[in-house]
C-alpha cells in the first residue's frame, strides 16, 4: 500500500479526484477482456486480433464512427436517467418501459399531426419525455405514498408498457399502421424527424441532444437547489427531511426526471433513425444496458457519457469481429456482463490491484438501494 | 488495585509506542507512546480532533499507522484488520454504533460469527438461536448488563444499543476494551451503572481503554490518565495527583471556565406556547402524554429527564418531524401544530438534533454544503434556480473561524470530521441563523470542555439577544448551569417546571425517578394530568 492510497479517501486536487474516480472503471474494463480473451484462446481464436477488429470496427471508418455514436445516444440518456435516480437514492430499473413509452408518445405526435417542423420536432420530443416521466412517476408516487419498493414496481411497469405496446401496433391495434405484414407504426411525417448532421450519413442531431443533457444533469445535480434537494433526499433522507425538504415530492420528482431522460432517449430512436416508427422488438434490452452504462459510469454525467461511447462502440464494433475472427458477438455482450460485475463487485478489483477503499462520498452503492425502503 | 510491581512488560496488555498517523492536511497522531496495564482502566483525554479516535482505529486495525509499533502482552504484533484485532483479543466500541438497526440483538452479535446447530452444512447450517440467547444471558448476567436478545436494535435507546456493542465485543472474546467516549451518550444514572460493568469488567481481568471528555468521571474511575493534544501526548497522570481544571488546562492548554457565567434573565414574550401535547412514539405508543409549557424570550428552559422519556419525540413534534396527535403549539403568532419541518424552520426555530448523523449532517457532503443545510434555497446561497458557490463558501469559511470548527478544508467531507468538529458545524449553521427560538437537544454531546465552554457561552449569548431556548440535556450539570427554569419529564409527562434557584440535584433526580412531589413540597410544579 503506497503513501498516496489515501489520498484518495480525501481528494486534494482536481487530479486526484479524476484518478480516483476512473481507476477502477478502466481496470474493470481492462480486467473483463482480459477474461474474454481467455475464453477466446481457449476457443482457438487470437484475441489480439479480435480487439484490433473490434477497434477498427467501431473507429476504423467515418461510417464506423457514426455507428459508435449512433448506437451511444440511448444508452447516454439511459444511463443518464438510471444516474440521476440513483443520486437521489432510488434505483430505476424501469429505464426499459419508459424508453417504450417515450418511443410511442413521439412517434404517435410524430405520425398523427402535422405541423411545422420547428414546432413538431419539440412537440414530439417532449412527448417523448413527457411519456417516460409519466410512466416513472407512477412507481414514484406509490413509493412516496406507501413505501412500495420502486425496483418490483418499474419492473411490474416495465411489462406493462411492453405488453400494451405491442397490442397497440399488433393486429387491429390502434397504432398499427394500415396495410403492412409486420406489426409497426406509421412512420413519423418529415418535419418531426431529426435533422441529419452529415449528408448521407444516418447521424442524427440526437447525439447532439444526448451530449447537452449530460451537461444539463451535471449542472441540474450539482448547481441547483433541486439538484441540491435530489442529492440530499439521496445521501440521507432523515438530514432531507430535518432540513424541510419534502421527501415524497422529490422521489416522484426524481422519478419523473429519470423517466424523462429515458423517455427523449426513446424518441430520439423513432424521431433520428429510419425507418421512423416502432415496431416489435425495437429497442429491446437498451434500458438495462443503460444500467451497466450507469454504473461504470460512476453515476456521473460525464462518466455516463464516455461509459455510453463504450457500449456504443462495442456493440457497432462486434460485427466486425465476428465477421473478421469468427468470434460470436455474443462475446461482447460477456464483456459487457463481466464489466459490470467488476465495477459493482469492486472489491474484486481492488483486491486485485491493491487500491483501497474511497471515503464517503462514493458509498451510493447497489447494495445500499436495495435496502433503502422508504 | 493495581499490579504495578510484576514484571512490568508481563503485566502490560497493550503498549504502542512511536505511532504516527498522517491524513491529508492534519497530523492526527505525532509518535504516540502508550501503554496499558492488564486488569486497568486507562483514561484518553483529549480536545475533539486531537487524535483519539485516530490512535485507537489503529490498534483496532483500521488505519494503517505511517509509523511506531505494537505490542500485545509484550510480543509485537502487525494488526492489519479489525479481525487480527479480535484474535489478539481487542474488542471496540465505535464512537458512532456500527450495528445493523434491522436485525436483533442477537442476531447482531452472531454477525459473522454465527453459531450452528444440527447437520453442518457450511452456509447452510441452521443458525443456534437459543445457545447465541443463552450465552448472551450469561454475559448479561456476569457482568450485570440488562438487554433483550430478542429485540430490534432500531428499537432500543442509545444507552441499550451501547450494551449491546459492549456485550458484541466479550462475545468475541474481547481482553483489551476499547471504549470511544461510551458514556457521551448516558445519563448519569446509566453512567453510573456502566461504571459498574467497567468494575466489575477489569474484576475478570480485562483491561480498558476509556475515552470521554468528562473530567469527572476521568477522575471516579480511572487508575491512569493520558491526554493527548493535537496528536502528542502531552501527560500522563493519575487521578489522586490531578484535578478536574488541571485537565481541561491539559487538554486546551489554557485555562478553561467549567461553568459559564450569566446574568439573570430578563424574560419577554412568550415565543413556544405547548399546551396539553400527545405525541406517539415509533411503536405507535404514547410518548409525550399531556405536556404543556411556555418557553419566553430571553430564558432558557431545560428539560431534564432520563433518556427515553418522551424528549427525542416531544423535539421531534417541536420541529414538524412527527405528527402531534392532540393539544397545540404556538410559535410565536402561529399555529404550527400540525405544520411540516419547513414552517418550523420559517417560523423561527432553530434545532440542534440529537442525532447528528441520522438528522443533522449529510456526512458524504462537504463542510461548505452542511452549512447550508437548512438553508440553501434561499438568498443568497440560491439566485434563481442556482445554487451560488460563491455565496456558499464565503458562509462556510465565516463560520468555520467564527464558531472554531477545526477541518482542514471547507471541502473535507464532514464524515472525516472528528465528532467534536462534526457537533460544531451543526451549531454553527443553527445559531448562525437568528431565529427567535433554539432548540438545542444535547447540543454539547462528544465535545471536549473547551468546545462545551464555547458552546454553552454562545446559547447564553443568544438568550442574552433575547432568543427563546429550549435546552434538551440528559447531563444534569448543562441542565443546571445554563437553564433559567427547568422543567423535568418522566414517562412523557411533565413532573415539575422550577425555578433553577429551587433546583438542586437531589431534588432533581428524584422528579427524573418519576417521584412526583406532593403540592406543599412545590407550588410551581405543573398540574400533572391523570
Ligand atoms: N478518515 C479520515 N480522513 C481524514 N482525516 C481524518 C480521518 N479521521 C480523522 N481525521 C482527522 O484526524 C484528526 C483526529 O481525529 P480523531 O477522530 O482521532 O479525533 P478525536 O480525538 O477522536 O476527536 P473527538 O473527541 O471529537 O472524537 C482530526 O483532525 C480529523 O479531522
Ligand atoms: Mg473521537
Known amino acids: 500500500m503506497s503513501e498516496d492510497s489515501e489520498a484518495i479517501q480525501q481528494p486534494r486536487n482536481l487530479a486526484a479526484v479524476i484518478v480516483g474516480r476512473i481507476s477502477i472503471p478502466l481496470l474493470a474494463i481492462f480486467t473483463a477482456l482480459l477474461v474474454a480473451s481467455l475464453a477466446m484462446l481457449a476457443s482457438g481464436t487470437n484475441p489480439i486480433k479480435a480487439y484490433l477488429a473490434l477497434g477498427e470496427g467501431a473507429f476504423g471508418t467515418q461510417k464506423a464512427v457514426i455507428e459508435t455514436l449512433i448506437k451511444a445516444t440511448p444508452f447516454i440518456l439511459g444511463g443518464l436517467g438510471i444516474a440521476l435516480a440513483f443520486r437521489g437514492g432510488l434505483f430505476n430499473i424501469g429505464v426499459e418501459g419508459q424508453l417504450f413509452v417515450g418511443s410511442a408518445f413521439a412517434v404517435i405526435i410524430g405520425y398523427s399531426i402535422e405541423l411545422p417542423a420547428f414546432i413538431h420536432l419539440p412537440l414530439a420530443l417532449l412527448g417523448g419525455m413527457f411519456g417516460g416521466a409519466i410512466w416513472a412517476a407512477i412507481p414514484g408516487y406509490f413509493k412516496a405514498r406507501s413505501g412500495a419498493h420502486e425496483v418490483i414496481t418499474t419492473i411490474m411497469l416495465n411489462f406493462i408498457a411492453l405488453r400494451v405496446i405491442n397490442w397497440a401496433i399488433g393486429v387491429n391495434g390502434p397504432m398499427r399502421a394500415p396495410r403492412t405484414v409486420v406489426p409497426e407504426t406509421p412512420a413519423v411525417f418529415e418535419s418531426a424527424r431529426l435533422p441529419i448532421l452529415i449528408p448521407d450519413t444516418r447521424l442524427h442531431a440526437g447525439v447532439i441532444i444526448a451530449v447537452f443533457a449530460a451537461l444539463v444533469v451535471y449542472w441540474f445535480l450539482w448547481r441547483t437547489v433541486a439538484g441540491f434537494e435530489l442529492r440530499t433526499v439521496g445521501a440521507n433522507p432523515s438530514a432531507a427531511r430535518y432540513a424541510g425538504i419534502n421527501v415524497e415530492f422529490n422521489i416522484v420528482r426524481t422519478m419523473a426526471l429519470s423517466g424523462a431522460l429515458a423517455g427523449l432517449g426513446g424518441g430520439i430512436q423513432v424521431l433520428g433513425l429510419a425507418p421512423y416508427n416502432f415496431t416489435t422488438g425495437f429497442n429491446v434490452g437498451l434500458g438495462f444496458d443503460s444500467i451497466a452504462v450507469a454504473v461504470l459510469g460512476g453515476i456521473h454525467p460525464f462518466g455516463v457519457t464516455m461509459s455510453a461511447l463504450l457500449f456504443g462502440a462495442m456493440d457497432s464494433g462486434a460485427r466486425l469481429m465476428q465477421l473478421r475472427t469468427k468470434v460470436p458477438i455474443d462475446i461482447i455482450t460477456i464483456v459487457q456482463g463481466l464489466i459490470l460485475t467488476f465495477v459493482a463487485a469492486n472489491q474484486i478489483i481492488r483486491s486485485i490491484y491493491r487500491i483501497r477503499a474511497r471515503g464517503e462520498e462514493d458509498q451510493i452503492s447497489l447494495g445500499r438501494l436495495w435496502g433503502g425502503g422508504s | ?530
Do not use: C, W
Open chain 2, 1 to 530: 488495585m493495581k499490579s504495578s510491581d510484576q514484571d512490568p512488560l508481563e503485566s502490560l496488555a497493550l503498549q504502542v509506542s512511536g505511532i504516527s498517523k498522517r491524513f491529508p492536511g492534519v497530523l492526527a497522531n505525532d509518535k504516540v507512546d502508550f501503554s496499558l496495564a492488564r486488569g486497568e482502566i486507562h483514561a484518553l483525554l483529549g480536545e475533539n480532533g486531537a487524535g483519539k479516535t485516530t490512535l485507537m482505529n489503529v490498534v483496532y486495525g483500521l488505519y494503517k499507522p505511517d509509523e511506531g509499533e505494537i505490542f500485545i502482552n509484550g510480543n509485537q504484533v502487525e494488526i492489519r484488520d479489525p479481525n487480527d484485532a479480535l484474535a489478539q483479543g481487542i474488542g471496540m466500541v465505535h464512537q458512532h454504533f456500527m450495528l445493523v438497526p434491522v436485525m436483533t440483538v442477537a442476531e447482531n452479535l452472531m454477525l459473522g460469527h454465527e453459531v450452528t446447530r444440527g447437520l453442518k452444512l457450511g452456509l447452510l447450517s441452521r443458525v443456534d438461536r437459543q445457545k447465541v440467547s443463552e450465552e448472551i444471558e450469561a454475559l448479561v448476567e456476569l457482568y450485570g448488563m440488562e438487554v433483550n436478545p430478542e429485540a430490534y436494535v432500531h428499537e432500543l435507546s442509545v444507552g441499550e444499543q451501547q450494551r449491546v456493542e459492549i456485550i458484541k465485543a466479550l462475545y468475541r472474546g474481547a481482553d483489551v476494551l476499547i471504549l470511544d467516549e461510551p458514556t457521551a451518550v448516558l445519563t448519569p444514572q446509566e453512567t453510573e451503572d456502566f461504571f459498574e460493568v467497567m468494575r466489575s469488567l477489569v474484576k475478570q481481568g480485562k483491561s480498558i481503554i476509556f475515552i470521554t471528555h468528562k473530567l469527572k468521571e476521568v477522575l471516579a474511575i480511572a487508575d491512569r490518565i493520558t491526554v493527548l493534544r493535537d496528536g502528542a501526548v502531552v501527560g500522563m497522570t493519575k487521578p489522586a495527583e490531578t484535578s478536574e481544571k488541571e485537565l481541561a488546562a491539559m487538554m486546551v492548554g489554557r485555562e478553561v471556565l467549567l461553568r459559564v457565567e450569566k446574568k439573570p434573565a430578563q424574560p419577554g414574550e412568550d415565543v413556544l406556547k405547548v399546551q396539553n401535547l400527545h405525541v406517539l412514539d415509533r411503536r405507535d405508543q404514547p410518548a409525550v402524554r399531556g405536556v404543556s409549557f411556555i418557553v419566553r424570550e430571553g430564558e432558557i428552559l431545560g428539560i431534564a429527564g432520563v433518556q427515553g422519556n418522551g424528549q427525542a419525540e416531544l423535539v421531534e413534534a417541536l420541529t414538524g418531524l412527527t405528527k402531534v396527535i392532540e393539544g397545540s403549539i404556538h410559535l410565536k403568532d402561529s399555529d404550527v401544530t400540525h405544520a411540516r419541518p419547513r414552517a418550523f424552520t420559517e417560523t423561527g426555530a432553530a434545532h440542534v438534533p440529537e442525532d447528528r448523523h441520522k438528522h443533522g449532517l449529510v456526512l458524504s457532503y462537504a463542510v461548505d454544503e452542511n452549512l447550508i443545510l437548512q438553508t440553501y434555497y434561499l438568498a443568497p446561497f440560491a439566485s434563481g434556480l442556482n445554487i451560488n458557490p460563491r455565496a456558499v463558501d464565503e458562509n462556510a469559511r465565516r463560520l468555520i473561524s467564527e464558531y472554531d470548527v477545526r477541518t482542514p478544508s471547507i471541502k473535507t467531507l464532514v464524515g472525516s470530521l472528528s465528532g467534536g468538529n462534526q457537533q460544531k458545524v451543526i451549531v454553527a449553521r443553527e445559531l448562525s441563523r437568528d431565529a427567535p427560538l433554539l432548540i438545542a437537544n444535547q447540543p454539547t454531546r462528544g465535545l471536549d470542555v473547551g468546545s462545551i465552554e464555547y458552546i454553552h457561552r454562545r446559547i447564553i449569548e443568544k438568550r442574552d439577544e433575547g432568543v427563546a431556548v429550549l435546552l434538551v440535556s440528559s447531563e444534569l450539570d448543562e441542565i443546571l448551569s445554563l437553564s433559567d427554569r427547568i422543567a423535568v419529564i418522566y414517562s412523557g409527562e411533565i413532573l415539575a417546571i422550577i425555578p433553577v434557584e429551587e433546583a438542586t440535584k437531589e431534588r432533581l433526580g428524584l422528579l427524573m425517578a418519576g417521584v412526583r412531589e406532593t403540592q406543599e413540597s412545590s407550588q410551581a410544579a405543573a398540574t400533572p394530568m391523570e
